[in-house]
């Protein structure tokens, strides 16, 4: 936690309510800055409540309630940020960016590239990931890595309020379109927020935890996944680190490699499916650049190769938990 | 419509009504995982409709789609069983609530994708005229669907290909919060048929006979090899969108005012009216359709989970 500036004063809020004020706060800083999204106005506040209040503070025509048409509202969003405004588009379920994604794939990431940087997209689009919660197979999915698979998109994938709050504020004020994973269990999750106002640049990875005998890298909701299991291996003297790469585009390979080289041992855990995921990319990067100073091999803590089911011991089974992180680690200490 | 068929609608339409009532009582204990969209209000759509299908022919359903189960002639106790996550359920537990399918009555599933079973009817449609059959297919969406990309994709194909698809726009007025007239400037949803050439017609979707009537011709038309219609039913969700929501978006006067155009009720006025069935009638029809809720009911509670393990089945056939 250490790059706000200055040592203001804290306080602690919910991940849900550090996004609000960041939106709140970027809103007021910044008024080419609007929403839109289905029923983020004041009639539902957003499935999961994020935008609640925004609409009574800055009107309807900032605070945009859309049809059911996801494929529209990024077109919509991205129309706009090539003509002077900054939208933020909220998608309810991260499941459904699979609506919009032409024109996330192939319009907003490619826009700037393609035209040969005449425009810019200055495009966040907020959606909610993860599984956890019993509602099944189109909206449990974790699907971050789709979009680290696309050049021109960022990624970012924050696991506690302050590095929400933080991430987003620079999201909002940059210029490339981001996509800005959140998770459904976050959202009433308490973490300390400054006072004052502050920001975290992309491309910075940050310790969650120190220790000196194997390195985890978690994104999410596994990063307190992982802290839980580290502190329960405390009790056995092991000193489990614990990176959250906090953006996956850009990465912080450097703090990645540096905790590695301290360790030697690396586990990687993040909810989605294990092929050709967050795991495999972290994996395959650590492989080419820093095999040497590993003492064993990597290994991968993530969702099995399957749709998320409904019925809680299903889900359960699949969703990776402290257990399977831990087991993980004794495969290789 | 005869005597016979107008009792069976309403049994129907009960039934719906009570399995949904059992779902909630269930939710309230806390053995229904996830979250529930109730049909409770809009029964006279679904029985009304596939009162009109037979066995071999085909709907499409959504997330609010407890009522097209039941009314194509699932089995309540597999239904409820897949509500509550169990390995008995038609699903195995692996889809719940949102995504119930029981392809031996030809109901080809429920999706929670807002508008993406439009074209999946539309395929189901095609198979049937590539296959030269006279089936038919019913698809159910909502008016917030009718704002997705698919719904004119949809449509329209199924119109320049003549495809036997009954196209049912279930306007309870809200998607979630959102009513209609803050995402389209038409009332009525059936004049979008009109941009697609074919025949579309709105009808108030509380009166169980009317929603017969309309389907009827509108199926005859698609079985005769016609092509698509596109039927819009006007009616309300008698609770709110899912799980938690409180419903305090819709005005205290228009809930009332809704509450007494309940669909079961209007059929029930009529069946008595008419004479076709007196107070002992109903009363039986009410026992009858209570105890197999009942017993649809216990089963799903007695029976066991899916063993863990069984979530790492069936992702290839
Ligand atoms: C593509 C998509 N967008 C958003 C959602 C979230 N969502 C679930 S139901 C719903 C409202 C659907 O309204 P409508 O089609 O009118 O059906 P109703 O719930 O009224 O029966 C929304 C927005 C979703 N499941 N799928
Ligand atoms: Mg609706």
Redesign the interface.
């Known amino acids: 936690m250490s790059m706000h500036n200055g040592d203001g004063k804290m306080r602690v809020i919910t991940y849900r309510d550090a996004i609000r004020e960041a939106l709140l706060e970027e809103m007021k800083r910044d008024n080419t800055v609007f929403l839109l999204g ?2 983020i106005g004041r ?2 506040e957003g ?1 999961f409540k994020v935008t609640k209040g925004l609409a009574e503070e800055f009107g309807d025509e900032r605070v945009r ?8 509202i990024i077109g919509t969003a991205v129309g706009a940020a090539i003509t002077g405004m900054k939208p933020i588009a909220e998608i309810m379920f991260g ?2 960016t699979t ?1 919009a994604m032409d024109q996330i794939a192939n319009q907003a990431a490619k826009i700037h590239y393609m035209f040969g940087a005449q425009a810019k997209v200055p495009l966040v689009i907020r959606t909610p990931f993860g599984g956890g ?7 449990s999915q974790s699907l971050e890595a789709w979009f680290m698979h696309i050049p021109g998109l960022l990624v970012a994938v924050p696991s506690t309020a302050y590095d929400a709050k933080g991430l987003l504020k620079t999201a909002i004020q940059g210029s490339n379109p981001i996509i800005f994973c959140e998770h459904k269990l976050l959202y009433p999750t308490e973490g300390p927020v400054p006072e004052e106002d502050y920001t975290i640049p992309l491309g910075i990875a940050d310790i969650k935890n120190e220790g000196e005998d194997l390195t985890i890298v978690a994104t999410m909701f596994m990063v307190h996944k992982a802290l839980n299991a580290a502190r329960m291996l405390k009790k056995e003297g092991l000193g489990i680190e614990v990176v959250d790469p906090r953006t996956l585009v850009p990465l912080d390979k450097k703090t990645i490699i540096d905790s590695v080289k301290k360790t030697g041992r690396l586990v990687i855990a993040a909810e989605d499916c294990k092929t050709a995921g967050v795991t495999a990319e972290i994996a395959a990067m650590v492989a080419e650049e820093a095999i040497d100073y590993l003492d064993a091999p990597i290994r991968r803590v993530a969702e ?4 998320i ?10 969703i990776p938990d402290e257990r399977r992180i831990i087991k993980t680690i004794r495969e290789i200490i | 419509m005869e005597k016979g068929k107008i009792i069976e609608l309403y049994r129907k339409m009960l039934e719906i009504r009570l399995f949904e009532e059992k779902v909630f009582e269930l939710y309230g204990q806390n053995i229904v995982p996830g979250t529930i969209h109730l049909y409770i209000g809009e029964e006279a759509i679904a029985a009304g409709v596939c009162s009109n299908l037979r066995k071999d022919d085909y709907i499409v359903s959504t997330h609010r789609g407890h009522g097209h189960c039941i009314a194509k002639g699932a089995r309540l106790d597999m239904t409820m069983a897949e509500i509550l996550g169990k390995k008995t359920g038609y699903c195995r537990g692996k889809g719940g609530s949102m995504h119930i399918a029981d392809f031996s009555v030809g109901m080809l599933g429920a999706t929670a994708v807002v508008g993406a079973g439009i074209p999946i009817a539309t395929g189901a449609g095609l198979s049937i005229k590539l296959r030269g059959t006279d089936q038919v297919v019913a698809c159910f969406f909502g008016d917030g669907a009718a704002n997705q990309g698919t719904f004119h994709e949809g449509i329209n194909l199924a119109a320049v290909w003549k495809l036997p698809v009954v196209f049912i726009c279930e306007n309870n007025l809200y998607a979630m919060g959102t009513c209609q007239s803050q995402v389209m400037l038409i009332k009525d949803i059936a004049e979008r048929a009109t941009a697609y050439g074919i025949p579309g017609v709105s009808v108030n979707g509380n009166d169980a006979i009317a929603v017969y009537e309309t389907a009827e011709k509108a199926i005859k038309h698609a079985r005769h090899g016609n092509g698509p219609s596109l039927i819009e039913c006007k009616t309300y969700r008698h609770k709110g969108h899912s799980r938690f929501d409180p419903a305090t978006y819709r005005p205290k006067e228009e809930v009332e005012e809704w509450l007494k155009k309940d669909p079961i009720q209007n059929l029930k006025r009529q069946l008595l009216e008419k004479g076709y069935l007196l107070n002992a009638g109903m009363a039986q029809i009410e026992r009858e359709v209570n105890d197999i809720i009942e017993k649809a009911a216990q089963f799903a509670i007695d029976s066991p989970y899916p063993p863990p393990e069984e979530a790492l089945e069936n992702v290839y056939a």
């Open positions: 289905e029923d009639c539902w499935a309630d859309t049809p059911i048409s996801e494929s529209a499941d459904l609506l919660v019993n509602i099944a197979a189109h909206h099995p190769d399957t749709p089911p409904f019925s809680p011991p299903l889900e359960k089974y699949v």
